[in-house]
C-alpha cells in the first residue's frame, strides 16, 4: 500500500514537471537560456519532492537549518510553502559578503555582528525576515579555553619566554590532478605557504611556531618529503598533530599571541575576540585573493607579500603600542560588534525556546 502510494505520488510530480515544461518552453531562445531552463526544471522538479514529503509532517512547526549556505533552496522553498518556519546560525562570517551560491533564505536567521545583519538588509543576496546578531558561536571555546586547559607545547614554550605562533593552513588534496585546478590549495601554493612559515621562524626570535591542518594526510605524501624535512630542521617550528582532543584547535589559538591564516572561519572568530591575526593573501602566482571579496575595512591584517608578513608579525608579537593592535580593537568594534555580550549559544538557545513556544 505504502509503496504504491509512493508510485502515484511519483506520477503527479511527473506530470506537474512535465506541465511547467510545456508552459515555460516558449521562453527559450538560445543555447545558454536553454540550459537555464533545463537547470530552473530540475531545481523545480526537486522542490515539488521535498514539498510532498513535508506535506505529510502534519505537526512540523519549526525547521533548524544546519549548515546555512548549503541547505538547498528547493527544500527552504518548500518549508515555507507547508508554512514551516526555517532557522539558521551563520557559520562564517566572510559568506556576508559573497554573492549567488552563498545566499541564505530563512525566517530567522543568528548571524555575527551588527555589521553582518546591515549588510545583509542591503544585500539582493539574502531573504531572511528576521536578523539577529549574536556574535560567532563558536567564539564560546575561544572563551573556554583562555587561559584554562592550555597545551603543554604552548605552556613550556611560555615558561621559557617565547611568544607563540600559530600558523593555520589550508589542506591540500591528495592527487596533483585534483589541486592543479585551485590557487589557494594546489600543492605549489601549499609548499609556498610552508616556505614562508620557515623564513618567518628564522626571522622571529623567541617565537615557537605551531602549524595546525584540519588534517595531515598529506603529510604521506611524498612531494612533501623535502619541505617536511626543512621544518624539522627549525628548531622553533613543530606540527600539531592533536586530532583526538575536540577543538584542539581553539585551545591553540585562544592562547595565541599571534595567528598568521590562509583565510578560514577560525581567524575571524579570533579577531573577534581582539587575537591578533595576520593573513597569508598571496601564493606563488597570485597576491590577493579573498580581500576581493572583503578586505576588513581596508586594513593591513591582509600581508601581500612576505615582507609585509614579516614586518607587521614582528610590530605584533614585541611592539606594545602597534598601531595593528588598535586596528585590530576598531575592527572589534566596527565589524564583530553585538550589543549583548556572554555565551553565545545560550543566547541563541534561548531565543529558540521563545520561538517554539510561540509557533
Excluded at 3 to 10: D, E, F, T
Aim: hydrophobic share 40%; proline share 1%.
Amino acid at each position: 500500500m505504502c509503496l504504491k502510494k509512493i508510485q502515484v505520488s511519483n506520477v503527479k510530480i511527473f506530470f506537474k514537471t512535465l506541465l511547467a515544461s510545456i508552459k515555460t518552453f516558449y521562453l527559450i531562445r538560445s543555447w545558454s537560456t536553454f540550459l537555464g531552463w533545463l537547470l530552473c526544471i530540475k531545481q523545480y522538479n526537486m522542490y515539488l519532492k521535498y514539498y510532498d514529503v513535508i506535506k505529510r509532517f502534519k505537526n512540523l512547526k519549526l525547521a533548524l537549518i544546519d549548515y546555512d549556505i548549503l541547505c538547498p533552496k528547493t527544500l527552504i522553498l518548500a518549508l515555507e510553502k507547508n508554512n514551516i518556519k526555517t532557522i539558521a546560525t551563520q557559520e562564517r562570517f566572510i559568506h556576508t559578503f559573497y554573492i549567488s551560491f552563498s545566499n541564505v533564505i530563512v525566517d530567522t536567521y543568528y548571524v555575527t555582528s551588527e555589521f553582518a545583519a546591515n549588510v545583509m538588509k542591503n544585500s539582493k543576496y539574502y531573504d531572511v525576515k528576521n536578523l539577529i546578531p549574536v556574535g560567532l558561536y563558536r567564539t564560546d571555546y575561544l572563551s573556554l579555553y583562555k587561559t584554562k586547559n592550555i597545551p603543554e607545547e604552548i605552556s613550556k614554550a611560555k615558561k621559557s619566554g617565547k611568544k607563540i605562533l600559530i600558523a593555520l593552513g589550508n589542506n591540500t588534496p591528495d592527487y596533483w590532478f585534483e589541486s592543479y585546478i585551485s590557487a589557494e590549495i594546489n600543492w605549489s601554493s601549499h609548499i609556498n605557504f610552508l616556505e614562508d612559515i620557515i623564513k618567518l621562524a628564522q626571522g622571529l626570535n623567541d617565537t615557537l611556531i605551531i602549524l595546525r591542518y584540519k588534517s595531515l594526510g598529506w603529510a604521506d605524501n611524498t612531494h612533501f618529503k623535502k619541505i617536511l624535512k626543512k621544518i624539522d630542521d627549525c628548531e622553533n617550528i613543530i606540527i600539531s598533530n592533536n586530532y583526538k582532543e575536540s577543538f584542539y584547535s581553539y585551545k591553540l589559538c585562544a592562547n595565541a599571541d599571534l595567528v598568521i591564516a590562509k583565510h578560514t572561519s577560525l581567524a575571524d572568530e579570533c579577531l573577534s575576540h581582539a587575537i591578533p591575526v595576520l593573513f597569508h593573501e598571496y601564493g606563488h602566482n597570485y597576491t590577493q585573493i579573498t580581500s576581493d571579496v572583503f578586505n576588513y575595512l581596508s586594513s593591513e591584517l591582509m600581508c601581500h607579500n612576505f615582507d609585509e608578513l614579516l614586518e607587521r608579525s614582528k610590530s605584533l608579537l614585541f611592539n606594545n603600542s602597534s598601531k595593528l593592535k588598535e586596528e585590530i580593537a576598531s575592527l572589534n568594534k566596527k565589524i564583530y560588534h553585538v550589543k549583548e555580550k556572554g555565551n553565545i549559544k545560550n543566547k541563541i538557545i534561548k531565543d529558540l525556546e521563545n520561538l517554539i513556544h510561540s509557533a
